[in-house]
C-alpha cells in the first residue's frame, strides 16, 4: 500500500515535470575521465529521478534482514511477557510445577532471562526441590553476573525460608563482602541470628541495623531489648543451683557471671541503656547474681525517667541491703501516683518482705480494687494463707482462676 502510493507520486511529479520541461532548450554536458555526456535538461532529470528512485529501492532491500531481526526480537519479547505472566498467573493459584515450567520457559525466550530463572527458583522452592531452585539460580547468575547481588540475595530468601541458616548464612556473607550496608542483607543476617540463638552476633550487628535504618524505630526497640534480655540470662545461667545436684554455685562463678554482665552494661550505647525494657533486664540479671542494692537503685533512677508498670513491678522484684528503707522509698510514690494499681502490688509485695502482714494486706485489697488481675489475686491467696485465712485463701485462688478463664 505504501510502496503504491510512493510510485504513483512519483509518476505524476514525473508527467508534471516533463509537461513544462519538454520544449525547454537547455542541454547538459559532463564531462569524466576523458569522456563526455551531453543530454538534454529534461531527459537528464529524468534520469536523476529514476537514479534517486533506484537508491531507495536499494536501500530498502538492504534494511530487511535488520527489520526481520527487530520484528523477530519484538515477538521474542511478546513470547516471554506472556510465558513470564502465565508463569506468575499459575504461582499464585497454587500450580507451582507449571508456573515453574512457564517462568523456565519465559527465561530461554527473553533477551532479560533474570527475572524468569529468579521466578521458577521460587516456584521450585514452593515444590521442596531444593536442587531444581540451586540450579535455576545458578543459570540466572551466569545469564547475568552483574545481577550476582539479586541472585545471592533470593537464594538467602530462600534459604531461610526453609531453615537452611548455615548455608544462608553462607551466602549473606557473600553479599556482605560485596557490599557491607546492603540494608536487606542485614536484615536478614539479623533474622537468621535471632532464628539459631546467636545473640552476640545479633548485639555486634545492632550499631549497623542502627544506623542503616533497616528496621522501622519501634521494631528495632523490640529486637534491641529482647538481644540484651537474652544476654543477660544466658550471663546468669551459671549461677543457677543444678537442677540435677542442687548444688550452687562457687563464688568465683559469682563473680565472673557479675563481671560479664557489668561489662555489657558499659559497653552499651549511653541510648540503648536509657531504654526502660533494657535497664530492666540489666537490673534483673544484677538480682540474680546478688547484687540487689545496686538493681534497686537503678530501677529506682530509671523510674524518675520513665514512670512504666514494668519497672514498678521490678521494683518489687528487686531486693535491696536495707529492705525497709526500700519500702519507704516507694510509699512516698503514693502521694504522685495514689491510682496505681502496680505500686500497691509492688508495696504488698515489700511489706510481705518486711513481714507486715496487716499493710501488705491493705495494700492488695486496693490495688485489686483499682485493678483486678491473675498476679494480684495470687499474691492475695498466698497473704490469706500466712494469715491462717484457708476459706478466704480458697476463694482468692478460684476468683483469680476464673479472672484468668475470663468467667
Given amino acids: 500500500m ?47 529521478l529514476a537514479l534517486y528512485g533506484l537508491l531507495r529501492l536499494l536501500l530498502s532491500v538492504l534494511r530487511v534482514p535488520r527489520r526481520m531481526r527487530r520484528s523477530l526480537g519484538r515477538h521474542r519479547r511478546q513470547k516471554a511477557y506472556r510465558l513470564f505472566s502465565r508463569g506468575l498467573v499459575e504461582l499464585a493459584e497454587g500450580s507451582w510445577n507449571r508456573g515453574e515450567k512457564l517462568l523456565a520457559r519465559s527465561a530461554n525466550s527473553s533477551e532479560l532471562p533474570l527475572l524468569g530463572y529468579l521466578g521458577a527458583a521460587r516456584a521450585a522452592q514452593l515444590q521442596g526441590a531444593d536442587e531444581r531452585r540451586d540450579n535455576w539460580l545458578k543459570l540466572a547468575y551466569e545469564q547475568d553476573p552483574k545481577a550476582a547481588k539479586a541472585v545471592l540475595f533470593t537464594q538467602a530468601e ?6 537452611q541458616f548455615e548455608q544462608a548464612l553462607a551466602t549473606l556473607r557473600k553479599v556482605q563482602d560485596e557490599t557491607p550496608d546492603h540494608t536487606q542483607s542485614l536484615v536478614l543476617l539479623a533474622k537468621i541470628y535471632r532464628q539459631v540463638g546467636e545473640w552476640e552476633e545479633l548485639e555486634k550487628l545492632l550499631p549497623k541495623l542502627r544506623k542503616r535504618k533497616a528496621l522501622a524505630r519501634d521494631k528495632l526497640e523490640v529486637l534491641t ?69 545496686e538493681a534497686e537503685g537503678l530501677v529506682r533512677k530509671q523510674l524518675k525517667r520513665n514512670w512504666t508498670p514494668n519497672l514498678v513491678r521490678l521494683y518489687g522484684e528487686v531486693t535491696a541491703r536495707d529492705t525497709l528503707k526500700q519500702l519507704n522509698r516507694a510509699e512516698q510514690w503514693l502521694s504522685d501516683h495514689p491510682e496505681d494499681p502496680e505500686l ?20 492488695l485489697e486496693t490495688g485489686l480494687d483499682q485493678k483486678p488481675s491473675v498476679d494480684a489475686y495470687q499474691m492475695y491467696g498466698e497473704l490469706l494463707e500466712r494469715l491462717s485465712e484457708s476459706e478466704k485463701a480458697k476463694n482468692a485462688y478460684r476468683t483469680g482462676l476464673q479472672f484468668a478463664l475470663g468467667e
Fill in 225 to 293: 531489648v529482647e538481644v540484651y534480655e537474652r544476654l543477660f540470662s544466658q550471663a546468669t545461667e551459671l549461677i543457677e543451683p543444678s537442677h540435677t545436684t542442687g548444688a550452687t554455685p562457687s563464688d568465683s562463678v559469682r563473680s565472673r557471671a557479675r563481671e560479664e554482665i557489668s561489662v555489657r552494661w558499659r559497653s552499651m550505647p549511653l541510648s540503648v541503656r536509657k531504654v526502660p525494657a533494657v535497664a530492666a533486664a540489666y537490673a534483673r540479671a544484677l538480682s540474680r547474681v546478688g547484687e540487689g542494692s
Fill in 344 to 363: 500497691h502490688l509492688t508495696l504488698a509485695a515489700l511489706c510481705v518482705r518486711n513481714e507486715l502482714w496487716g499493710k501488705a494486706r491493705k495494700y
Fill in 2 to 48: 505504501k510502496w503504491g502510493f510512493l510510485v504513483t507520486a512519483v509518476l505524476v511529479i514525473a508527467a508534471f515535470v516533463a509537461h513544462f520541461l519538454v520544449d525547454a532548450r537547455g542541454y547538459v554536458l559532463i564531462r569524466m575521465f576523458g569522456y563526455d555526456f551531453e543530454t538534454s535538461l529534461p531527459v537528464f532529470l529524468l534520469l536523476l
Fill in 158 to 163: 530462600l534459604q531461610i525460608a526453609h531453615q
